[in-house]
């Protein structure tokens, strides 16, 4: 049966967010022969910055893949597929932010970032864990859900209070 896991919801709105509190003054206070130009620039960012949120894992009884977009691909984020029986282990590395990132290790000393933003994580672990035979309990989100959640509802206070200084 393949399984299909989206980029975590927290993580896409809290980035696409960012740019649009970022980025909506541009088109207002650019002077008038830059106003099209600013606003197309502006859609084609916002396209951009969806589309590169739009990567997702999928898992069957016999491999899991990684998929990304055409315009991930482009800035030079590759898809990958890893056999289950190629998997020797999955080994953690710290980050400098006190987190950990995981690895899966193959048998041929290759190395595949293990994706820890995605929806329904516990069941994507559990998935891994049987089809591998290797105990994940420590592998958690690589960054507290809460520090996404404050990201967004920061970045909707951006928007609104931009949105009230043009507005009066």
Known sequence: MIEKFKTLFFVKSSLVTLYLALTIPIPFVSIDRYKIPSIIIFVLGLYLIINITSDYVETCNNKISYKTTFISKTLGKKSWEISWKDIKLIKSLPTSQGSKVYY????????YLVPQ??????????IVSRNTGITVNEITYLSPLWTYKLLTSLSVLMIISELFAFVS
Not at 104 to 111: K, S
Not at 117 to 126: D, L, P, Y
């Open 104 to 111: 899966f290790n193959t048998y041929q000393d290759e190395n």
């Open 117 to 126: 933003r995605v929806e329904n994580f516990e069941k994507f672990v559990s």
